[in-house]
DNA sequence: CATATTATGGACATGTTTATCCACATATCC
DNA sequence: GGATATGTGGATAAACATGTCCATAATATG
């Protein structure tokens, strides 16, 4: 339901959100996040597009939160990659009905909306280790370490 | 958020639904529903296997629904052709962390109960224009006729 | 200024979903 | 049984998402 690339993008702002104040590179991220190192490259740069991290080039560059993690939501991040397409035009191509949906249509919207709320109400602080009985990420940093 | 397949497998019900007792071919269903129909013969097959339709072959044949549909859920066609797929264990491929979440992934999954009780609690019968001010499929039928 | 480090951006490869086409099996009607 | 209508199933293509690779730009450090 959600796209590898969201599942992806919130891994590596969860991560980012439990070291702050602290520039993480590409590598630093992959690792402990299990994404492909390549291929986050290009999901970071949606997030610094999008404003969700700041991105430093050159030698001791790297990512970083541009907001603290408390105002931060799981909906901004699924946004900035992988945007929630909420039904607003009946998808059938129809001449005036663009105003009103059917009831189909209504209630899979609905569902859109249910999911919207329930990511804009979760922060990514709400999912930090501080925060919760159990450690964000499956508890991954306790099998690896650098 | 939804696949174009479910899309289409629900448009298609929805219509079956509107038309009962009554053998509607592949041909009768793409028409309306707007479904390209070569593609709609594989994904009627996929609810035909889900037991949600049966599929009549040779002269005359053509698909109608299993169950009336008040006994059906949008839940019910969109798990046919595109099942919802739960979180249940950790997407990081960890040790021991299948029996518990953490707060990200937890946090997703509850989303996607919220989906599936919100499909699971309309009825195809809820969706049809005997049952709502605004007819199924956005009045595309005021718009063709065979 | 030279070097090493790091993000950026484009080209390319792979995989999955969506879509098309056609031969085949099955059923109805005469 | 012959002709026609219909779903079934497989091959193939097109579009999109995902993943890899490499050259380049930018920045810190010495």
Redo the contacts with the bound molecule.
């Keep these: 339901m959600?796209?590898?690339?969201?599942?992806?993008a919130l891994r590596a702002v969860v991560w980012l959100a439990d070291h702050p104040d602290t520039?993480?590179?590409?590598?630093?991220?992959a690792g402990p996040t299990r994404?492909?190192?390549?291929?986050?490259?290009?999901v970071?740069?949606s997030l610094?597009?999008a404003g969700v991290v700041q991105?430093?080039?050159?030698?001791?560059?790297?990512?970083t939160l541009t907001k603290p993690a408390d105002q931060l939501t799981i909906l901004d991040v699924i946004n900035a990659?992988?945007p929630v397409r909420r039904i607003r035009t009946c998808p059938l191509a129809l001449k005036g009905h663009t105003h009103r949906l059917c009831p189909l249509h209504k209630r899979l919207d609905d569902a859109l909306v249910t999911m919207e709320q329930a990511f804009s109400q979760t922060r990514i602080s709400d999912l930090s280790e501080h925060n919760s009985p159990v450690r964000a990420l499956c508890e991954f940093a306790e099998t690896v370490h650098a």
């Design positions: 959600f796209s590898q690339t969201a599942e992806y520039s993480l590179t590409r590598e630093q991220l994404v492909p190192a390549d291929y986050l490259a290009k970071m740069h610094a597009r991105a430093q080039r050159g030698r001791k560059g790297g990512f990659v992988d």
